[in-house]
């Protein structure tokens, strides 16, 4: 890509801590220790930050649109304070059972993305902690990298499964958020802007 360096974030499980019972209020949100830090990082090395991110409680009626924002506030309040940004939030509301086309594992925020920023994904960094944030990353030649926050130790698992294996051969490890940006620092991909 020309210019400024894309970045793709999962939310829960990469930012914040993940639970099984969904994030419903701006009081569960809680950020992963160091991660705000490392997207505030990111930054000023000027990096464009995104977040592609499933939240199906909207779906399934355990929070509201208005909600969902009231969280967002909350985690950019946090990061804006540290000095970081994020330059665009893509989440999809639908339920499992939607047949909706943007609802990790499959494709369609990260084509939304594509088209918002005129060029392709190819070899563009994206973090998850689950295998569908892999998966979906890898469908538009995006290079998928796998946190062992979240559900990341149990996805790590996947990984080395025949089947899994094979559909994603190259998926990067690191302990968390903060220990990706630090892995950009130490090869030079990460140069604070003057």
């Known amino acids: 890509m020309q ?3 894309v970045i793709i974030l999962d ?8 639970s099984d019972e969904f994030i419903k209020s701006p009081e569960e949100w809680n950020a ?8 505030s990082r990111l930054c000023q090395a000027e990096f464009r930050v995104f977040i592609i991110t499933n939240q199906s409680g909207i779906a399934r009626g355990l929070l509201s649109l208005n909600t969902l924002n009231r969280i967002h506030q909350k985690m950019l309040d946090q990061l804006h304070a540290l000095g970081g940004e994020i330059e665009a ?3 999809c509301p639908h339920g499992p ?3 909706c086309h943007c609802r ?3 494709s369609g925020l990260y084509l939304d993305l594509q088209q918002r920023l005129k060029a392709s994904l190819n070899n563009v960094d994206s973090i998850g902690d689950s295998l569908r944030d892999l998966q979906a990353a890898s469908a538009v030649s995006a290079r998928p990298v796998l946190v062992r926050t979240g559900k990341g130790k149990k996805t790590e698992q996947l990984l080395s499964t025949a089947v899994v294996k094979k559909e994603l051969p190259r998926v990067a ?3 968390d958020l903060a220990s990706y940006v630090e892995s950009l620092r130490v090869s030079g991909d990460l140069e604070v802007a003057r």
């Open 3 to 5: 210019g400024r360096r």
């Open 11 to 18: 939310r829960d499980g990469v930012i914040n801590q993940d």
């Open 32 to 39: 992963i220790p160091g991660s705000l830090e490392a997207i």
């Open 89 to 91: 939030i893509l989440f």
């Open 97 to 99: 059972d939607d047949g």
């Open 104 to 106: 990790k594992p499959l």
């Open 173 to 175: 490890v690191f302990d």
